[in-house]
């Protein structure tokens, strides 16, 4: 799977979920919006080995 965060690239080349793919990129699961293939997915989901995934932080104010 190709993964995009901020102006990196990474590959991988196994399946895994969400909340396991932001674990092995140091990313909070509470800060970050995780989009697969265009379509936002839940910790839970997994993700294909051939999905485009796209990594984004989710900011908040008031």
């Known amino acids: 799977m190709r993964v995009l965060v901020d102006k990196k690239e990474y590959n991988f080349s196994k399946s895994v979920s969400v909340k396991k793919?932001?674990?092995?990129?140091?990313?909070?699961?509470?800060?970050?919006?995780?989009?697969?293939?265009?379509?936002?997915?839940t910790p839970d989901s997994k993700i294909p080995e051939n999905a485009e995934v796209r990594i984004v932080r989710a900011i908040s104010g008031g």
Do not use: C
């Open 21 to 41: 793919l932001l674990e092995n990129l140091n990313l909070n699961l509470e800060s970050h919006i995780v989009l697969v293939d265009g379509i936002i997915k």
